[in-house]
């Protein structure tokens, strides 16, 4: 999509895999820390390039604090706090593939607030809400040599650095019985433009400021839960509109485990 939200044609298209893995550990019944390293492997685009092989992205680690408990009652709803950093541990820079450029080279700061309230409805269904914002500030500029994740040529020396980003966005499960819960997210992702400035291979310099992107999406799901700590979830994310942004199908599964 264009910087005016109309839709054009790209080719070749990209494709890639993605692992998440959440990893929660509660410290006390209010405050938990979180991490989700992350694999991914990518083919296709232009020359039909592959990763060189699977890729570690930045990794997250954030601390929550449940300041306010819900209380169905009273339709008072459970409210969170997260703070944390994402690590530049994802590949960026002297990269010999464009696939493989993962990460962001930057230490970044990650804030977010969360609403989460559960609700009976007639027939004994439950339906649970959960609504959140976040704000991701780079704290750092990304030093650049060669190809990087940020578009830059073999050859090039300069640095880099991210702008604002964040998302906000709502969810909705509608619980038919105990075991199966159908599920939507609606959600608005939102990104500043990049300044990548330096000296190209022939000497010329560069100072370029990426244009501002954000995007619109939707993603349906299913949820079976065979146990009180077991279950996995199916669906598929599909942005619908933006502007200087790509639209993307992602089908997606996940197992959720409580130990």
Known sequence: M?????IWPLHPRTKNITNFTMIKYSITDNVSVQTLPTFSYRWGGHGN??????K????PVDVMWRYLDANPDRFIPALSAFVGMAFPTGDYQRIDRTQDGVGSGTYTLRLALTEQST????????LRLRMWATLRKPLN????HGMSSYGTEPGFRGNAR??????AGFSLEYGINQKWVLAMDIARDWSNGSRVRGVMKDGSIIDNMGSPSGDWLAAPAVEFSWSPNFGVICGSSVYFAGHNTSLVVSP????????
């Open 2 to 6: 264009d910087s005016n939200g109309n």
């Open 119 to 126: 609700y009976t409805l007639p027939g004994n269904h439950a």
């Open 141 to 144: 500029k990304a030093q650049l």
């Open 162 to 167: 991210a702008g604002l980003f964040g998302s």
């Open 56 to 59: 570690f992205s930045d990794l």
């Open 252 to 259: 997606q599964c996940a197992l959720n485990t409580v130990f």
């Open 49 to 54: 390039q592959t990763s060189s092989g699977v």
